[in-house]
């Protein structure tokens, strides 16, 4: 090896080790770039506290269940059941209403039925 490879591998050692020292130094400035920037995040966040409130006590008994209550509403039945009967009863009085002719409709069944829709009047 003559003295100008010598010379020539020491400066290529030279500057891969420089190489080698920037990207490490660019690493960590990053790094503590990016760790700087978190601790200012977490320092400018504000968590709310929240405070735990204790459940009140159960002093008091339950409410009587329907099984052990004495009131004529729930001897009568379910309420449901109760609304389910009243609209059927008077679906049925309407029913009735119509077939006895209250409102007419005997004559709105002639007309349809006649085709003469133009002559009714409402």
């Known amino acids: 090896m003559t003295m100008d490879e010598k010379s020539k ?9 420089a190489a080698d020292r920037i990207r490490h130094h660019l690493a ?20 709310p ?13 339950p409410p009587m269940l329907e099984k052990n209550c004495t009131s ?5 039945g379910s309420t449901l059941e109760m609304w389910e009967e009243s609209v059927e009863q008077k679906l ?3 029913d009735q209403d119509i077939k006895s002719n209250k409102f007419g409709a005997a004559d709105l069944n002639t007309m349809f039925a006649s085709g003469k829709i133009e002559e009714m009047d409402f």
């Open 9 to 17: 591998l020491e400066y290529l050692k030279d500057v891969n080790s």
């Open 28 to 47: 960590m400035s990053h790094q503590q770039e990016v760790e700087e920037a978190n601790r200012a995040q977490a320092a400018t966040t504000v968590v």
């Open 49 to 61: 506290e929240f405070k735990r409130v204790p459940l009140p006590t159960m002093n008091t008994a």
């Open 72 to 76: 004529s509403f729930y001897e009568s």
């Open 92 to 94: 049925q009085n309407i």
